[in-house]
């Protein structure tokens, strides 16, 4: 639709203005940065960073109500800077004008709605919102559309040039930035430090593919983020790893999106993310509590966070219901098959721990809750959901088993309707799968097929032909007709088909 053809009321909303005012917020002293320089952590003390915009009570202004429509008009629109996370450019990066937006297609997934039979096993109703529908088949696209578009901007107005974009990355991350960083060439080049064997081989395809310096190094991720951080603190490089506050503001879009395709009616919603860096869920939080803060919704959902067994420092740290009490402790993770989760000292706990109390604080009432999953729930719910037509990841797996805990153990009413995270796309992962199919986990897994969920493809080649067709060697005549005819009946013979 064209800016005329909408009402005369939401006209002047409609294409957002550079506007606001976005400082780095520290954790941890309180101080407040300028963000005319790219930081990471704070230069005084070493926390990490949130981005607060210091004149966000504009925002209110404008009542809940309007928000509304001028998010649900825009949508109309067909300008490509406002088709992904900057249409809601007035909470996400303000200051950013629309010329210098990065956008690849991502954000605004679709949220598809588990059938009967699912929502019946799994004891509510539940929606997957596929993030793996994102350009680079993960969340992780909103966070950096939102990170190079602010690198972009800094390029354009001259404050920075020949940008080196480096990552550590559990496989996700580092596809999503190489990706974007391709898509500014000449002025950003991109290098991505993975953990040597431990990234699926789609995953290792896409920043290769995409042009990117790839370093494999050994150890877990937790290693390769070190690496990272000595790299950012010692050379002049552009970290995009979520403790860049940057890529929390553009994952906050993933709440707006769920607020925007509900309605804006969050009442009895329970939202379910899995946790590895923890840098999504923090997200999750603050966007959520942004909408309601302005009164965009007027209830804030239930936030539950997911963790394996083998990697859930988060999960043990709120084991400790004593606030008090509780202590953070890293940990030594064990192999998962929710391998992007699989991080034992997550960056933004920092971020979570100020934000889970302030949502609870806001809410009147504890709505962050954590629940920790074995692998084998994680495999056997992935495989469930996707015999009943879904493309969940193995994290996607790990939401819909941590949901289904959350609601044995009374966190959730079966009366409430979840979001589940599938925050990849079934493909990137498709090797765990075939250990499944094919019983080969190693013990330290812990996961034995179900024969129900195992699956193998048959090999048709009936004994008594003499004659197959091969690539570059077809045959013909009755021989051809004696194959099709022959291997139809084996299939009939297998699939207990009887003849017309
Ligand atoms: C990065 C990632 C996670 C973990 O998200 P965090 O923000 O690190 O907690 C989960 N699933 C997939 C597929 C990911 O790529
Ligand atoms: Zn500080």
């Known amino acids: 639709m064209k800016p005329q053809d909408f009402p005369k009321e939401i006209r002047s909303y409609l294409i957002p203005e550079k506007a606001g005012r976005l400082a780095y917020h520290c954790l941890g002293c309180g101080t407040v940065h300028g963000i005319d320089k790219l930081l990471y952590t704070c230069p005084d003390c070493g926390q990490v960073l949130l981005i607060q915009d210091e004149q966000f009570d504009r925002l209110r202004q404008i009542p809940g109500p309007l928000w509304r429509r001028i998010f649900d008009y825009r949508r109309m629109l067909k300008i490509p800077a406002l088709k992904g996370i900057y249409l809601y450019h007035e909470f996400i990066g303000s200051v950013i004008p629309l010329s210098d937006i990065v956008y690849l297609g991502e954000g605004h997934t679709p949220i598809v709605s588990a059938n009967n039979t699912l929502q019946e096993l799994a004891g509510m109703a539940f929606f997957f919102k596929n993030d793996g529908q994102n350009p680079s088949a993960s969340f992780k696209d909103r966070g950096m559309a939102s990170a190079f578009s602010y690198i972009n901007y800094l390029i354009k107005s001259g404050k920075i040039k020949n940008v080196l974009a480096v990552c550590a990355s559990t496989g996700d991350t580092s596809a999503a930035a190489a990706l974007y960083a391709a898509y500014l060439k000449p002025h950003v080049k991109s290098a991505v430090l993975l953990p040597h064997k431990k990234v699926t081989p789609q995953q290792l395809s896409q920043p290769l593919g995409s042009g990117a310096r790839v370093f494999e190094i050994p150890g877990v991720f937790d290693d390769c983020m070190k690496v990272v951080e000595h790299l950012a603190e010692h050379y002049p490089v552009a970290l995009l790893n979520s403790k860049n506050a940057w890529r929390i503001l553009g994952q906050e879009s993933y709440s707006y999106e769920i607020a925007q395709d509900f309605e804006y009616d969050m009442a009895g919603k329970v939202i379910v993310v899995p946790i590895g860096n923890a840098g999504n869920i923090t997200a999750v939080m603050s966007g959520f509590l942004k909408f309601y803060d302005i009164g965009i919704i007027d209830v804030l959902p239930k936030i539950i966070g997911v963790q394996s067994a083998h990697a859930n420092p988060v999960y043990r740290y709120y084991m400790e219901p004593d606030p008090a009490k509780r202590r953070f402790v890293p ?32 809410a ?12 084998q729930e994680i495999m056997d719910w992935e495989l469930t959901a996707n015999h009943n037509g879904h493309i969940a990841c193995t994290h996607g797996g790990e939401s819909l088993a941590g949901l289904v805990r959350a609601r044995q153990t009374g966190l959730v009413d079966t009366d409430e309707t979840a979001v589940v995270d599938s925050t990849a796309h079934a493909l990137k992962f498709a090797g765990f799968q075939e250990m499944y199919f094919e019983n080969r986990f190693p013990d330290e897994f812990g996961i034995h097929p179900d024969p129900r969920l195992m699956n193998r493809p048959v090999y048709m080649r009936p004994d008594d032909l003499e004659k197959v067709p091969a690539p570059g060697n077809p045959i013909d005549g009755e021989d051809f007709e004696k194959f099709v005819r022959r291997v139809s009946e084996e299939i009939a013979r297998t699939l207990d088909l009887v003849a017309l």
């Open 331 to 362: 940990m030594a993770v064990k192999p998962s098959v929710a391998q992007a989760a699989m991080i034992g000292n997550p960056v933004s706990m920092p971020r979570v721990i100020h934000l889970a109390e302030k949502y609870n604080q806001i």
């Open 364 to 375: 009147g009432e504890q709505r962050v809750f954590f629940v920790e999953v074995t692998e």
